[in-house]
Nanobody
Framework: QVQLVESGGGSVQAGGSLRLSCTAS?????MAWFRQAPGKEREGVAA???????YYTDSVKGRFTISQDNAQNTVYLQMNSLKPDDTAMYYC??????????????????WGQGTQVTVSS
């Protein structure tokens, strides 16, 4: 059983930055960030294979960066140039196999409790 603990959410003005962290209790292979805005479906934001490729949804490319510290079992999401459309609850997710089809919610076994990101205009 893998437990995920997130931190780093908050409120920021448009154009600002935030960094989210997610620490896993075990050693998942693929770790990802999803987000869900009110009234919308949960969508994949970014994912990373252990020591491997990184994946991003188009709307965050060039603004968000996913990285990992394998020694700490922690994945980070650096979010720059934030927009009001980025406002959502952000969730960390993990699974014990590669990030193929990384953006599908149904393929993840483990989920964090979520951290709120609010971007004001």
């Amino acid at each position: 059983q893998v437990q995920l603990v997130e931190s780093g959410g908050g409120s920021v003005q448009a154009g600002g930055s935030l960094r989210l962290s997610c620490t896993a209790s075990g050693y998942p292979y693929c770790m990802a960030w999803f987000r869900q805005a009110p009234g919308k479906e949960r969508e994949g934001v970014a994912a990373v294979d252990t020591g491997g490729p990184k994946y991003y949804t188009d709307s965050v490319k060039g603004r968000f960066t996913i990285s990992q510290d394998n020694a700490q079992n922690t994945v980070y999401l650096q979010m720059n140039s934030l927009k009001p459309d980025d406002t959502a609850m952000y969730y960390c997710a993990a699974r014990s196999w590669s990030c193929v089809s990384w953006a599908s919610v149904t393929y993840y076994t483990y989920w964090g409790q979520g951290t709120q990101v609010t971007v004001s205009s």
